[in-house]
């Protein structure tokens, strides 16, 4: 049985199955493969165990001893953030290399005592890093702080020796050269150091002159404490402000007033302006008033405001008739009148001074304010400049102390900060920014890391399995041979109808030769039944059917023979008709030789059916009739293309139940497609053990490509030993015994048959 799922025209059988069956029975057909040739795989599995295990009883065996390292950046900052875990990575894979370099390695080597070289003591010196190289891994987890480090070796003590050292090289390695490096810095930052202190203390000096200079107050560092000095200024500016308003006040009412006398106005009119320029008192004189008088006029004011709001509240309620309404309208009203008549009183009777003394007396009142007006406004410019002088000399001076007093502030703070920077490089003096410390101690393994009894078995059966299965798999290619039903149903896409064992060689005269005849009640005849129950069975109708082989010598005409016999034996009224008209088998097996036959009545003018009934030959089985191939003549195909032979079975039908046609091989000739046309079906007999597999595509295919339906294929000339190896011997499998005759004489004698 072979693999393969290409048939003779080319085409996949992936185009009659869907992909997931088609890989479903590529498995199947496996799985039957390797079932049959089960030797091969069993003793290539054999072999490779015994391989296997002769590879683990040799080996060397090496023990393993591997160590934890806790890697610890103590140079990062505190805060970390997820963008920091590409660095981290890195930094690890960094000093996993670091311990495998050859730097770190000759040191573990120095290390290392005698007893412990025991994996490089018999190679020369320059050869010993690399082969420590070769047997020491170093792995980390993604995401961790873990190195994880191995060492093979021929020695547990020795495998734990070296990781150890591995490990005190590697933490030297980095101390020292961290130590390198900091030292360089400790330097430079000293430097820094000392220079910063000279100039803070030059600047602090500088601050201390500077104030000393000025007279500095040390006030609280708030927005709203100003300079005494500044101040000062400050107050005689705004005070000299205020004189100079006076003055322009005082200037504008007496321009007023002296318009107003100039006009011959009332005075009176102006005593308000007045009274802003000279005061409330001489307002009052002016006018004859005293503070008595002010404060009636006030007190009766605040009650005429008061008897309003009330009247104000009670309106909305009562009504104009209402008591209280017209009490509190009287009262306004009294009032009122009181204060018109007393201010018409006080204007008209000005007791202090008459109206041409009162011009005079506003307007001398007036030069004399202003007059005071202007000598204080020199006094306090006078008093303001020199205020100013002193402020600005103060505001400069002030201005670079504070100068001074921030960069001595910044000066400090970045002396501060260098002394912290001094202080941590002098802590990592003793430790190195990277801190390693072992999680798990490297120990010796009694237990070898190398071979592996479990590694070795699996990794013999796998070998093995596979090796098999591939060994299978190529004879299998080798081998063009069906087998088994299943496998010869699934690719020529029909069904396998029956299976025929290798028949014995029978005797006799005419039937008696056909095993069916001879002896029907035998186990070789049942298969013969199992083919006609097999064919009545199907689905398609099958009263007429071609019965052909793909290549000469399969048995065909025995197969056409026995079931032919096999359904006369039903009662059925049966017809075989020999149309290898160039090998004529069947003609030959029922010594049939020198009758007319389907050549006479394919080649003859006239009535079909009268000469085919004149050429039916009768058998010793009532119901079953023969009608031979007669004379041999060159054109066969020709003769069953003529309507003759569509005529010879529409006359078979109308008179039998059955007729079997027996038909050239496919191969050999196109015969058997040309008489398929006109038939129900064709049977197709197969020997496994003498046809290749493509052949029998190709038979099949003939059928298929032109239109012919192929009932079944019928397994032929099965032997034991074949049934056993491909699963063609369960059942009712049987053959045949009758070899049909390479050679047929061409005598023309006519020899009845014996009914």
């Known amino acids: 049985m072979s693999l393969d799922t290409v048939n003779d025209r080319g085409e996949p059988w992936g185009n009659e199955l869907d992909a997931g069956g088609h890989a479903l029975e590529a498995v199947v057909r496996l799985t039957r493969v390797v079932q049959y040739r089960r030797n091969t795989v069993l003793w290539t599995l054999a072999g490779c165990l015994a391989i296997g295990a002769v590879y683990y009883v040799t080996a060397k065996r090496y023990y393993r001893s591997t160590a934890k390292l806790l890697v610890v950046d103590q140079s990062a900052g505190e805060l970390t953030t997820m963008n920091d875990q590409a660095g981290a990575d890195n930094l690890m894979a960094t000093h996993r290399e670091l311990v495998k370099s050859s730097e770190v390695v000759t040191r573990a080597i120095e290390r290392l005592a005698p007893e412990h070289r025991i994996d490089f003591v018999d190679q020369k010196p320059n050869r010993w890093v690399e082969t420590i190289g070769d047997s020491l891994t170093a792995s980390t987890v993604r995401k961790t702080n873990f190195i994880n480090v191995g060492y093979d070796s021929l020695d547990p003590e020795a495998a734990a020796a070296v990781v150890r050292a591995v490990i005190e090289a590697y933490v030297d390695f980095v101390g020292e050269t961290h130590r390198g490096t900091a030292a360089e810095v400790l330097d430079v930052l000293t430097i820094e150091r000392d220079q910063l202190e000279q100039s803070l203390a030059a600047k602090q000096l500088e601050l201390q002159q500077s104030r000393e200079r000025v007279g500095h107050l040390s006030l609280p560092d708030r927005d709203d404490v100003v300079d005494p000095i500044i101040s000062r200024a400050i107050q005689y500016n705004d005070a000299l402000l205020e004189a100079q308003r006076r003055r322009l006040d005082l200037q504008s009412s007496l321009t007023t007033i002296q318009m107003a006398i100039d006009r011959g106005d009332d005075l009176s009119q102006h005593l308000g302006l007045v009274e802003q320029s000279i005061g409330e008192a001489a307002m009052l004189a002016a006018m004859g008033m005293g503070p008595n008088d002010m404060e009636v006029l006030a007190k009766q004011q605040a009650k005429l405001i008061d008897l309003r709001d009330e009247l104000g509240r009670l309106e909305p309620f009562y009504g104009p008739s209402h008591p209280q309404v017209a009490t509190l309208k009287s009262q306004i009203d009294s009032t009122q009148q009181f204060l018109a008549s007393y201010r018409s009183d006080a204007s008209g009777r000005p007791t202090g001074l008459t109206a041409a003394e009162l011009g005079p007396f506003l307007v001398g009142m007036l030069n004399q304010a202003m007059s005071q007006s202007v000598e204080r406004e020199r006094q306090l410019e006078e008093a303001f400049q020199v205020a100013r002088a002193d402020a600005a000399r103060q505001s400069g001076d002030l201005v670079k102390v504070d100068m001074l007093d921030r960069e001595v502030e910044r000066l400090e703070k970045l002396h501060d900060l260098l002394f912290e920077k001094i202080a941590t490089v002098d802590i990592h003096q003793v430790q190195a920014p990277i801190r390693a410390t072992i999680v798990e101690e490297p120990l010796p393994s009694d237990l070898p890391a190398s071979p592996q009894l479990r590694l070795v078995l699996v990794a013999s059966l796998m070998a093995g399995l596979c090796l098999g299965v591939g060994l299978v798999y190529v004879q299998d290619l080798l081998d063009d041979r069906f087998g088994s039903p299943e496998e010869m149903a699934m690719q020529l896409g029909c069904r396998v109808l029956a299976v025929i064992r290798e028949l014995p060689l029978r005797t006799g005269v005419g039937l008696e030769k056909v095993q069916m005849f001879s002896q029907p009640q035998a186990t070789e005849s049942e298969s013969f039944r199992t083919l006609r129950t097999a064919i009545t069975l199907g689905a398609e109708v099958s009263e007429r059917l071609v019965i052909t082989s793909s290549e000469p010598g399969d048995g065909k005409t025995t197969v056409s023979a026995n079931l032919a016999v096999s359904y006369a034996q039903t009662g059925r009224r049966t017809l075989v008709i020999d149309c290898d008209m160039r090998k004529p088998g069947l003609t030959s097996l029922l010594e049939l030789k020198g009758y007319e036959g389907v050549t006479d009545i394919l080649s003859a003018e006239g009535n079909v059916g009268l ?90 295919g003939h059928f298929t490509s032109g239109g012919a339906p192929l009932v079944g294929v019928v397994v032929n000339r099965v032997s034991d030993q074949i049934g056993k190896g491909y699963g063609y011997g369960y059942g009712y499998g049987y053959g045949y015994g009758h070899e049909e005759e390479e050679h047929v004489s061409h005598a023309d004698e006519n020899r009845p048959m014996a009914a």
């Open 611 to 700: 000469i085919a009934q004149r050429c039916v030959v009768r058998t010793a089985l009532e119901s079953l009739d023969v009608i031979p191939a007669g004379p041999r003549r060159p054109d066969p195909a020709e003769l069953l293309l003529s309507p003759n032979f569509a005529e010879l079975l529409a006359w078979a039908d109308s008179k039998y139940d059955q007729v079997l046609i027996d038909c050239p091989p496919i191969l050999a000739v196109s015969d058997a497609q040309i008489a398929a046309r006109l038939v129900d079906g064709v049977v197709l007999v197969v020997s496994p053990e003498k046809n290749h597999r493509r052949l029998v595509n190709r038979a099949c």
